[in-house]
């Protein structure tokens, strides 16, 4: 996973977690959680991006559900239940555009 900041002195933390096991046919979840510095105070766009470099949406795959945090800091990819179909390389995506931020 590649995270890029432009000139951010002090870029967002980006933590993944996941829940669930990675056995097809069971539920497996992976959560983008995105923890913004004092200096910025836009809510961040969280993304998934999907194999394909898609970016996924509750239509993207087969048994996809994506749900994100009452405060929008993150945002879960959940797979009810997991198939094999879903192999790949997924890719969080988060995006802050702050033009009054302190830096």
């Known amino acids: 996973m590649l ?5 951010v002195p002090d870029p967002p933390q980006v933590r993944i ?8 046919g ?3 979840a992976v959560t ?3 923890s913004l510095n ?4 836009q809510t961040p766009v969280i993304e998934w991006v999907g194999p394909s470099g898609l970016v996924l949406d509750d239509n993207s795959l087969e048994d996809l559900l994506l749900s994100s945090s009452s405060l929008s800091t993150s945002l879960t990819l959940s797979f009810t239940p997991l198939h094999t179909s879903h192999a ?6 988060a ?3 702050d033009t009054d931020a302190n830096l």
């Open 3 to 7: 995270f890029l900041f432009n000139s």
């Open 17 to 24: 977690s996941s829940s669930g096991s990675t056995t097809a």
């Open 26 to 28: 069971e539920i497996y």
């Open 32 to 34: 983008c959680d995105v």
């Open 38 to 41: 004092q200096n910025l105070r």
């Open 88 to 93: 790949g390389s997924y890719v969080c995506r």
């Open 95 to 97: 995006i802050v555009m």
